[in-house]
C-alpha cells in the first residue's frame, strides 16, 4: 500500500493537477469507482488483518501494525471517502480544494504506511 499511496502522490495526482478542472474531477471520481474492487480491497484490508496478526504474534509488529491501521485505513475512513464523497456530489466546483487536501492526506499516507513497512520488518 506504499507503494500504491506515493505512486498516487508523485505521479497520478501531479498528473490530474495538470488538466482542466472538470477532466481532473471527472477522472479522479473514476478511479475513486474502479479502485473499489476485490483486488484492491483485500490488498488495503488484508495489509491491515496481517499487519494486526503480527502485533498480536510479536509484540515487536505494534508499531508496525498501529502505523498501518491508523496511517492507512484510519486516515482513508476519516480523511479521504469524505473528501472522495464531497467530490463525487460536487465535482468540478470543489475540484481545486479537493486536489490539495486529499493530496496532502495522500501524502501521509504514504509516509505511514512506508514506516509500517520499516516497523514490521525490522520486527521480523
Given at each position: 500500500?506504499?507503494?500504491?499511496?506515493?505512486?498516487?502522490?508523485?505521479?497520478?495526482?501531479?498528473?490530474?493537477?495538470?488538466?482542466?478542472?472538470?477532466?481532473?474531477?471527472?477522472?479522479?471520481?473514476?478511479?475513486?469507482?474502479?479502485?473499489?474492487?476485490?483486488?484492491?480491497?483485500?490488498?488495503?484490508?488484508?495489509?491491515?488483518?496481517?499487519?494486526?496478526?503480527?502485533?498480536?504474534?510479536?509484540?515487536?509488529?505494534?508499531?508496525?501494525?498501529?502505523?498501518?491501521?491508523?496511517?492507512?485505513?484510519?486516515?482513508?475512513?476519516?480523511?479521504?471517502?469524505?473528501?472522495?464523497?464531497?467530490?463525487?456530489?460536487?465535482?468540478?466546483?470543489?475540484?481545486?480544494?479537493?486536489?490539495?487536501?486529499?493530496?496532502?492526506w495522500n501524502h501521509?499516507?504514504?509516509?505511514?504506511?512506508?514506516?509500517?513497512?520499516?516497523?514490521?520488518?525490522?520486527?521480523?
Amino acid at each position: 500500500m506504499a507503494g500504491v499511496y506515493t505512486a498516487f502522490s508523485v505521479v497520478v495526482m501531479p498528473a490530474l493537477r495538470r488538466r482542466p478542472a472538470a477532466e481532473g474531477a471527472a477522472l479522479m471520481q473514476e478511479v475513486n469507482r474502479v479502485i473499489v474492487n476485490p483486488v484492491f480491497v483485500l490488498l488495503f484490508a488484508g495489509t491491515g488483518v496481517l499487519a494486526v496478526v503480527a502485533a498480536v504474534l510479536d509484540t515487536r509488529a505494534v508499531v508496525g501494525a498501529v502505523l498501518y491501521v491508523l496511517g492507512s485505513i484510519g486516515l482513508t475512513v476519516v480523511a479521504d471517502i469524505p473528501l472522495n464523497n464531497t467530490l463525487d456530489a460536487d465535482g468540478e466546483r470543489v475540484w481545486s480544494r479537493y486536489l490539495s487536501r486529499w493530496t496532502a492526506w495522500n501524502h501521509v499516507r504514504a509516509l505511514a504506511t512506508t514506516a509500517a513497512t520499516v516497523a514490521l520488518v525490522v520486527a521480523a
